[in-house]
């Protein structure tokens, strides 16, 4: 079929149109956060605000917040962790509400010596109880390249991805009195910091100070979103993530992901649920 001038013109803008429209937006540090702790120690790396790193020494560790609070979203950056003796030291990317009665749901990296895999360290809390904890460790070298962490939080799920890969659902099982986090608004935060009382092997491994600064990268940083503001929250058109959940392909690569890789699971911990395990585990 031969198209006219003004046929093929018209394909034309309406493909141009659609590229756009599934175009994701790329964030920038620049914009979208505030470094807001650190004294000089976190620092955007570029012009166009692609690359930030933080940074800690003995004096101090640093930190970065978004702009916009979020009532459901999807948060995801891509992160090179310290390398080398890292232990006691503890570099974050996690969402989470003000207050005394607060919602989160973390990744945190808890460092290692050397020669030792990091831990990633996966959370919920709701209303200030936490207590959910699954903990893995890595198929790669989280020090050597960028990898990408992602936090898909909508009204009936938490997903946790790790480059593409879910090793976590935590689903909405408020009807079995397992409460969700759905009522308060979240920022976007990440840290580096140290905690070497409890972050290495309970706090036996110590920071090795002479080793500081220690420096974390974070790049391509994005979040899609439920904007909170004035009281309400106002989402994105049509967004995939919204009604996302682990389809059969992902459960399957979760699953492998649990099996290898998962070195702690609160579900199963009865020695410190002497009277039974939670009855009800995501």
Known sequence: MKLSCGTRFTFLVLFLFAAQSVAVYAGSFHKDVQI????????????????????????SGSGFQSHQEFLYG????????????????????????????????????????????????????????????????????????FHTYCITWNPQRIIFTVDG??????????????????????RLYASLWEAEHWATRGGLEKTDWSKAPFTAFYRNYNVEGCVWANGKSSCPANAQWFTQKVDLEGE???????????IYNYCTDKRRFPQGVPAVCT
């Open 36 to 59: 807001h702790w650190g004294d000089g120690r976190g620092k955007v790396r570029d012009r166009d605000g692609k690359l930030l790193s933080l940074s800690l020494d003995k004096s």
């Open 252 to 262: 399957k690569k979760m699953k492998w992901a649990q099996s290898k890789y998962m």
């Open 165 to 186: 890969i879910p090793i976590r659902e935590f689903k909405n099982s408020e009807s079995m009195g397992v409460p969700f986090p759905k009522k308060q608004p979240m």
């Open 74 to 145: 999807k948060a995801e950056v891509q992160m090179k962790l310290v390398p080398g003796n890292s232990a006691g030291t503890v570099t974050t990317f996690y969402l989470k509400s003000p207050g005394t009665t607060w919602d989160e749901i973390d990744f945190e990296f808890l460092g290692n010596i050397s020669g030792h895999p990091y831990t990633l360290h996966t959370n919920v809390y709701t209303r200030g109880s936490g207590d959910k904890e699954q903990q893995f460790h890595l198929w790669f070298d989280p020090t050597k390249n």
